[in-house]
């Protein structure tokens, strides 16, 4: 459920609005291939953090371990940067959700930005300085009614579904293009990554030598529950609104079910949008706030060491929270594009630590090569690679 929690954030609340802008059949193509790549690339994720000689490592040390001290440093720098963005991105959407609900359901005035975004980010983040066991009881009390909520929401949307644009094919190159553009934000949308080295650290401490399979096992179920629960929710937004509205959400920065409170006369809708949008980027802040504090941590310790100076965990943590706090605040306050930020520092970056980082080991770390020679490892790095090369068309185009 946490793995769950940690993917269902502010990427499903986009990705309706990016993969449905481009009609019903890119979608379909979407859903055949998300599956296999959400499970496949966090499996091989797992699998590195797990082949470790030292039990309890982190990712930061098991890529150390492999690669070297600077060849550590630089994956791990990566790794802070795949995550570190979408933490950025929650403080965004959250004060965005929050103060739409505020003016368009509650009638209230506009909250100085400043004001509400901090308030907001000291909530969150109170209860990761609670502790770990606390995080994850309350990310479980979360994700249930959110599962719940989410299946009913796109249930309920289906008598507004308009099937027309079932008959519209588009051309294959705009078939394509769409899928190429799309990629990184299916990535980003089903990306639990930050708390797989976590997760793979409890099945090693639970189940010893048989923790590779355990998390295996864990992890696919997730990846079926993700891709049932999403796609249902995704299909059900694109058929219910026209590709001018999903244009108009993205224009205005928000949410899909902040766009859909603010669109439909239904008290239901108006008042349950928001705060499943709230609610699943609160639980999906907690697993990215979890890695980015890993990678963070770990450049530190690494710089430390390399200079000689003694590391105080302590010390190091209290930075990490400092540092957190008032960045996210900064960007919140400034309201950035959440989805340019997806598409152009998100997607990509992931792709490069989840999908293509452990298809590297299973070449060159002895401990990886037993994963040699399977068609999943040839899928999961076209798929990466396609995902990073889709930075290109943001550059260029």
């Known amino acids: 459920m946490s793995l769950f929690g940690t993917a269902v954030g502010a990427g499903i609340l986009f990705l309706p609005i990016n993969a449905g802008m481009n009609g019903f059949w890119p979608l379909v193509a979407m859903t055949l291939i998300v599956?296999?790549?959400?499970?496949?690339?966090?499996?091989?994720?797992?699998?590195?953090v797990l082949s470790s000689k030292k039990p309890g490592s982190d990712i930061t040390e098991v890529v150390e371990e492999h690669f070297g001290l600077t060849a550590g440093k630089l994956?791990?720098?990566?790794?802070?940067?795949a995550i570190y963005p979408i933490v950025l991105i929650y403080g965004v959407g959250i004060t965005n959700t929050v103060d739409s609900f505020m003016v368009n359901q509650l009638g209230m005035e506009s909250m100085p930005r400043a004001l509400l975004s901090i308030i907001l980010i000291l909530g969150m983040m109170s209860v990761m300085i609670a502790g770990e066991k606390l995080m994850l009881k309350v990310t479980q009390f979360l994700v249930y009614p959110l599962v719940a909520i989410l299946f009913f929401m796109s249930v309920y949307l289906i008598p507004d579904w308009n099937l027309s644009s079932v008959s519209q094919m588009p051309s294959l190159g705009d078939f394509s293009l769409t899928l190429w553009i799309t990629i990184p934000v299916l990535i980003f949308s089903f990306n639990h990554s930050p708390i797989v080295s976590a997760f793979s650290q409890a099945q090693a401490r639970e189940h010893g030598k048989h923790a590779e399979e355990k998390a295996s096992a864990i992890l696919g179920r997730a990846a079926i529950m993700l891709v049932g629960f999403v796609m249902l929710f995704v299909f059900s937004c694109v058929l219910s609104l026209t590709p001018a509205d999903l244009a108009a959400a993205k224009?205005?920065?928000?949410?899909?079910?902040?766009?859909?409170?603010n669109k439909h006369e239904s008290p239901?809708?108006?008042?349950?949008?928001?705060?499943?949008?709230?609610?699943?980027i609160v639980s999906s802040f907690f697993g990215h706030y979890l890695g980015a504090r890993e990678g963070l941590n770990g450049l530190i310790t690494k710089q430390l060491k390399s200079s000689g100076k003694t590391i105080s965990n302590k010390k190091i943590n209290q930075f990490t929270v400092i540092f957190m706090v008032l960045t996210i605040w900064?960007?919140?306050?400034?309201?950035?594009?959440?989805?340019?930020?997806?598409?152009?520092?998100?997607?990509?970056?992931?792709?490069?630590?989840?999908?293509?980082?452990?298809?590297?080991?299973?070449?060159?770390?002895?401990?990886?090569?037993?994963?040699?020679?399977?068609?999943?490892?040839?899928?999961?790095?076209?798929?990466?690679?396609?995902?990073?090369?889709?930075?290109?068309?943001?550059?260029?185009?």
């Open 35 to 48: 599956g296999p790549m959400t499970y496949f690339a966090h499996r091989g994720l797992a699998r590195f």
């Open 75 to 81: 994956i791990t720098l990566l790794y802070f940067f």
């Open 251 to 261: 224009q205005e920065n928000l949410a899909i079910l902040s766009y859909l409170a």
């Open 268 to 280: 239901f809708i108006s008042y349950l949008g928001p705060v499943v949008a709230f609610v699943a």
């Open 330 to 397: 900064f960007v919140a306050t400034l309201n950035p594009s959440i989805l340019g930020m997806i598409e152009t520092l998100g997607g990509p970056i992931i792709a490069a630590i989840l999908f293509i980082m452990p298809m590297y080991a299973v070449r060159k770390v002895p401990a990886m090569q037993k994963y040699q020679g399977k068609v999943s490892n040839a899928f999961v790095t076209v798929m990466g690679l396609i995902a990073m090369s889709a930075i290109l068309y943001g550059i260029f185009f």
